[in-house]
């Protein structure tokens, strides 16, 4: 214990220099403590140009991988950095430097257990991209196919796991320092970094990602993921197709290739909204730079290290207050989160219909193409707090995905709002899962779950009995009737939930007929 917290203050030592170098704190902070005021006067550099935030994502570049990830990561929480902030660090790139070639040569015959020549018939020794976690390099298979092969950084994870348990400690040491943070969950924040970023380095979990996303389109041909080659993908390598087209961020190329940008954005619009809303499963790092345009006009992505995960009842919670606020129906969005649990029942209803207003209202005059959803998820977070709203991270990583979505929207035409072209879909998946049909399936599902909960409840109260019996569990008088009336009350439901099944088949059967 006192080796880890020893370690952790010479960790911090440094990154605190680091951080004063580029000045890359508000300047608030360093007047709360005379000691740090005066570090912070000795290594600082008041002259580093930019917004708080552009300074801190330089300096989390500069202090290496896993801090890179964290910026990623602070740039979907606006409720703890702002806005402002977040855009900023949202722009954080993980370039690093590659590392060598031969380096790469030696981790891929590792892993894959046999010698790069007999794997490949040519393995490019200088990477075409190289990010925080691994780099990629293009290859040829011993069979004549163009693969591109991601390799793993030597040694990032022991470094991302000493970095992790320094995130631990500081996240117990804010809470038992400032026990309001406590809503704020740093503990589960820091359990999401680690566990999205473990997942990031282990390449057959990334593998597994982008063959069930592929799945997911298999019979829609405008949005494509490259084919995995499972013969070459192992924990520290992973070996897809290759891609061949223009980043959707080059506009002149496509416009050059004479692409139909509109219908690009069409296309990267309802591929967004079926893999949030159909399906659950989304990608959550569609930059510029993972988006491709082919040949034909179609999109494909890549890289599937984070990815997203929604509950129907999250979809249908989401879908609602989206609607809600784009109709100005702000009690319907106050219900809404209510209803899911996120605002505690004691907190005033019509104070958070009005909180939801303040939201909502600026929205109402402007155009659809200045609307962002990302941006108004952003703002409800930020104004959580006074209500007690406990942090939703599938929430926050689809917030920050819609922001990139939006932004490369923008690039691709700024006067045109993605979600003005995904409305139809919108419009169909609503009637789908929130129709009268819809309803109906709903109480038949928790009606059948109910059901499937009986043969747990009727072994419990079988060991109860025995326990009785072996003289093991004594129970008073007023426990035994309590007992025997919610018996009698679970007999009654029984019936009544039977009855509510066979009315519910016989809609269903004449809705079909």
């Given amino acids: 214990m006192l080796f880890r917290t020893a370690r952790n203050i010479g960790r911090l030592f ?15 902070l360093p007047q709360t403590a005379p000691g740090f005021a005066l570090f912070w006067r000795w290594v600082g550099n008041a002259k580093e140009p930019g917004r708080v935030g552009q300074r801190l994502a330089r300096a989390l570049a500069d202090l290496g991988p896993t801090y890179i990830k964290l910026g990623q990561l602070l740039s979907t929480r606006s409720d703890l950095v702002g806005e402002r902030m977040a855009l900023d660090l949202a722009e954080l790139q993980d370039k690093l430097p590659p590392f060598p070639g031969a380096q790469a040569r030696a981790i891929v015959e590792e892993e894959l257990g046999a010698p790069i020549g007999k ?15 691994a780099q990629v390099h293009f290859a040829v298979t011993a069979d004549g196919r163009e693969v591109a092969v991601k390799v793993l950084r030597p040694g990032i994870e022991n470094a991302f796991e000493r970095d992790i348990d320094l995130f631990y400690w500081l996240a117990e040491l804010a809470v038992a320092v400032m026990p309001k943070l406590k809503r704020l969950r740093p503990r589960e924040v820091v359990d999401t970094f680690a566990r999205t970023s473990r997942l990031e380095m282990e390449l057959r979990m990334e593998a597994a990602a982008a063959s069930e996303l592929g799945d997911n389109f298999k019979d829609d041909p405008t949005f494509n993921v490259p084919a995995i080659d499972w013969d070459r993908t192992a924990r520290r390598v992973l070996t897809l197709e290759r891609i061949r087209g223009f980043k959707v961020d080059e506009s002149e190329r496509l416009d050059a290739a004479g692409f139909d940008r509109d219908e690009i954005l069409a296309k990267a619009s309802a591929s967004f909204f079926n893999q ?15 988006l491709f345009v082919t040949q034909d006009g179609n999109i494909t992505a890549v890289d599937f290290g984070i990815m997203g995960r929604l509950d129907r009842a999250t979809r249908t919670y989401l879908a609602d207050m989206l609607i809600g606020f784009l109709t100005g129906d702000y009690r319907r ?13 004691h907190q005033s209803i019509e104070v ?10 600026p ?6 193409s200045e609307i962002s959803v990302g941006r108004l998820l952003a703002q ?11 942090t939703q991270p599938q929430l926050l990583l689809l917030q920050k995905s819609m922001l990139t979505a939006e932004g490369v929207g923008r690039i691709l035409n700024p006067d045109i709002n993605m979600w003005e072209l995904a409305r139809p879909l919108i419009e169909d998946w609503m009637r789908e899962n929130r129709g009268p049909e819809a309803q109906v399936l709903d ?71």
Wanted: hydrophobic share 50%.
């Fill in 443 to 513: 109480d038949l599902e928790a009606v059948v779950s109910t059901f499937r909960r009986l043969p747990r409840l009727v072994n419990q109260a079988e060991r109860a009995a025995s326990q009785l019996a072996d003289g093991g569990l004594r129970l008073h008088p007023h426990s035994i009737k309590h007992m025997l009336d919610r018996w009698v009350e679970r007999r009654i439901s029984e019936r009544v939930a039977l009855w509510i099944i066979v009315v519910l088949l016989t809609v269903i059967a004449a809705r079909v007929l």
């Fill in 276 to 290: 949030v809303f159909r399906d659950g499963f989304f990608h959550a790092d569609l930059h510029p730079g993972n």
């Fill in 119 to 133: 794997l490949f018939r040519s393995f490019d020794e200088v990477p075409v991209a190289a990010a925080s976690i």
């Fill in 380 to 390: 409800l977070f930020a104004v959580t707090e006074q209500f007690e709203m406990e």
């Fill in 333 to 345: 969005v106050a219900v809404v989160h209510f209803e899911a649990g996120y605002v505690p029942r």
């Fill in 352 to 361: 958070f219909t009005q909180a939801c207003r303040a939201i909502g209202e």
């Fill in 363 to 368: 929205l109402q005059n402007k155009p659809l």
């Fill in 14 to 28: 440094v990154i605190g220099r680091t951080l004063a170098r580029y000045n890359a704190l508000p300047e608030t």
